[in-house]
């Protein structure tokens, strides 16, 4: 395990890079194993989702998931190598050690343990890429197992959880607000109609539209915050201080409960942006705010007296369930594919995302057990 995970984290997968290297060096490994693989690229050639099988044909199998990709090293103080493995004080460090090297270097050595033993259930291994951007790679995979004449039983995403079993997590949508003003010389500023004020005006509404769903929305108190949120990342927007920008973006995001009338809520932030312009378009028609949908993924809510999960908490041992804060490919595996997903793996996403990222070598241990005792029960095939 600890050889594969220094090879991926080896690979510099920053998603606007390409993967195929490392998808290479995955596919040689098992296929030299005598496992069945197959690459799915994408359109550009470039990049390319992967999905193996060892084990009987015919059967449904457990199928484990993992994203090949990490997120950039940008403004970030590193000290240790980001593409290189470092072992210390009981850690492993490097870029995508805990999002989601760390499972995925399990999965490859439970993969390549399995195809040494009689197997009676098939064991999958399903990776993707681009999903830090949106889940946006896994979309062909899916495509691809839709058509199978026979789909995994369950799934497994090997997202870090600290080795605890989640049935859930909220879904996303990106949207983005396209603030329409006038320009104009700063000096002559009233008589020009500034796009970044516009979009002021417009996060305003969605600060205020937070502020009401937080105090009297859906909640549940699995999670950490437990309400639906809207959440703006980006604004952008003018040219020089001195003059009056006729163009600005507003870049916002909503993470739901199951349950949460999404269409609605946009279709609210729609009127509002609608209301500001309205009444500036006598003297500037131009005006506009316009909020279109960049892209989505379903939330994830497995029922916790699920047969998946009864499964997966005898793998580890588990008593209770959790659910997770951060978005995960499950709710397409769910959804799309009608396959019952749960969240489980190493680490925790606290050491995601941030400079000298790491997984605990304990944590890899504890994958490492749960994935034995999942082939165990392969071979016997229960």
Not at 147 to 153: E, L, S, T
Not at 225 to 233: D, E, K, N, Q, S
Not at 267 to 279: N, Q, S
């Amino acid at each position: 395990m600890k050889d594969i995970l220094a090879r991926l984290i080896g690979f510099d997968t920053v998603s606007s890079n390409p993967n195929l290297a490392l998808m290479a060096y995955v596919r040689d490994l098992l296929e030299g194993a005598g496992i069945a693989v197959t690459l799915v690229p994408d359109p550009s050639g470039t990049k390319a989702n992967l999905y193996a099988t060892t084990g009987p044909v015919g059967a449904g199998g457990v199928m484990l998931s993992g994203h090949t990709d990490v997120v950039p090293l940008t403004g970030q103080a590193w000290t240790v190598p980001p593409f290189a493995l470092t072992e210390a004080e009981g850690r492993l460090y490097g870029r995508g050690a805990a999002d989601m090297k760390g499972f995925v270097a399990c999965a490859i050595a439970a993969m390549l343990a399995a195809a040494r033993r009689p197997l009676r259930v098939p064991l999958h291994l399903a990776l993707s890429y681009d999903e830090e951007i949106g889940c946006m790679g896994v979309g062909s995979l899916i495509d691809m197992l839709a058509a199978a004449p026979v789909k995994p039983r369950f799934c497994i995403v090997g997202e870090p959880t600290g080795m605890q079993v989640a049935t859930g997590h909220k879904g996303k949508v990106a949207l983005r607000a396209t603030c329409t003003g006038r320009e104009g010389h700063s000096a002559l500023a009233p008589m020009a109609l500034n796009a970044l004020h516009l979009a002021g005006d417009f996060m305003a509404v969605v600060r205020a539209l937070q502020a009401e769903v937080a105090a009297t929305g859906l909640r549940d108190g699995d999670y950490d915050v437990p309400y639906t949120t809207l959440h703006v990342g980006k604004l952008s927007g003018g040219v020089q201080v001195n003059i009056v920008p006729n163009h600005a973006v507003l870049d916002f995001e909503i993470r739901s409960l199951a349950g949460e009338d999404v269409a609605s809520l946009i279709t609210r932030l729609e009127a509002e942006a609608e209301a500001i312009v309205a009444p500036l378009r006598a003297e500037f028609p131009e005006a506009a705010i316009k909020v279109e949908r960049q892209w989505d993924y379903p939330g994830l809510g497995t029922p916790s007296d699920a047969e998946v999960v009864r499964f997966v908490k005898g793998l580890t041992g588990a008593n209770g369930t959790i659910k997770v804060a951060f978005g995960t490919e499950g709710g397409l595996f769910d959804q799309r594919l009608g396959v019952p997903t749960v969240i489980c793996g190493p680490g925790s996403m606290a050491q995601g995302h941030k400079p000298d990222e790491y997984v605990s070598v304990e944590q890899m241990e504890r994958c490492e057990a749960m994935l034995t005792a999942l082939v165990g029960w392969l071979e016997v095939g229960v």
